[in-house]
């Protein structure tokens, strides 16, 4: 069973970075894509960027040229570095893995807070 921990959600000013880490466990089968969604009160979740197991990014309209995804296969790590923040970043940042193994299979994480002071 393969499970997802977000690291490094916080409180930061506007125009500070913050890095979140996203750690999985368990075995990984097949192709996989691991990304970044972003939730705020009375919103469905949203894309924010996310990351093939070969490399291939894709970031939402609203986080381009700010957020770089990134990831380490070797530890099952995929990170995403933050800067120049804005209020409108603020929500509940969740990791999301994708594997394709004969079926498609999606797992989350718990969340991580991150507020972004004005």
């Known amino acids: 069973q393969v499970q997802l921990a977000e690291f490094g959600g916080g409180l930061v000013q506007a125009g500070g970075s913050l890095r979140l880490s996203c750690v999985a466990s368990g075995s990984i089968l097949g192709r996989n894509s691991m990304g970044w969604y972003r939730q705020t009160p009375g919103k469905q979740r949203e894309l924010v960027a996310s990351?093939?197991?070969?490399?291939?990014?894709n970031y939402a309209v609203s986080v381009e040229g700010r957020f770089t995804i990134s990831r380490d296969n070797a530890i099952k790590t995929v990170y995403l570095q933050m800067n120049s923040l804005k209020p409108e970043d603020t929500g509940v940042y969740y990791c999301?893995?994708?594997?394709?193994?004969?079926?498609?299979?999606?797992?989350w994480g718990q969340g991580t807070q991150v507020t972004v002071s004005s």
């Open positions: 990351i093939t197991d070969s490399g291939s990014t």
């Open positions: 999301n893995l994708i594997t394709v193994w004969g079926t498609r299979r999606d797992y």
